[in-house]
């Protein structure tokens, strides 16, 4: 986690100048507003309410994201047991332009003391808008992988498995190490998943090269030389057959 800093400083990094809480109503819809609906009872639809609504929008003023986080492994098949917000990834250069169409739509949009995202308000739930992944920038090579999937009826662009994953192994740290949370994730889109390239890029780091340790002494995945195929059986050939065989 980055040192909390001030908030120009701030706003120079995430390439949004004076960000404020939008004015009027911090309600997304208007209670007025014939585009009302009751905010649903259960939790994981209004998370997904909400990641349909800012979907629809970015998608409508052609910002390039893609949706991550839980509600993206549910697009890719996950079981329906959403986090507590909705995450989008989108690019630095756009973190302006996408806060004032989100402001535009009547989304409250704010600065946090974490200098990688945005945060807005939809429906009530929280939506991050992250520009960098475990300490990377993200790029158009990162969404152009990603893949248009229906979130409950609404099609929109998703990060890969495999980049949803590697965001995730690449975030371990000595301070930040959860792999029960990750585990259920990894079992659930192995199939989907680039296992040689996660291991090319996340490897070599202690935390993630445990991960895959616990993940091969599951049977999820194969361990990393299985692909080599198994050791040359020793010859059992008598001494005097293999003196012959020599001359």
Known sequence: MTQPADDSALDQRAGVSE???????PEFVPLNDPRHEELPLDRNQAILQAAKQVGSILKKNEHPFALAGSVAVYAHGGTQNLQHDVDFCIRPDDAEAVAATLREAGLAVYTPPEDWLLKANCLGQQVDLIFELAHEPVTSELL???????VDSVLMPV??????????????????????????????????????ALRRDCGDDPMPAAFFFILERLDIIPPADASAGPPAAPSTAPAATVKEERR
Not at 19 to 25: E, Q, T, V, Y
Not at 144 to 150: G, K, M, N, P, T
């Open 159 to 196: 990060l890969s498995p495999t980049d949803l994953l590697h965001g995730l192994l690449a975030a371990f740290s000595e301070h930040h190490c959860n792999f029960g949370a990750v585990l259920p994730i990894a079992r659930t889109l192995r199939e989907k998943i680039d296992w040689e």
């Open 19 to 25: 960000l404020r809480l939008a004015a009027g109503d």
């Open 144 to 150: 152009a992988r990603a893949q248009d999937l229906s």
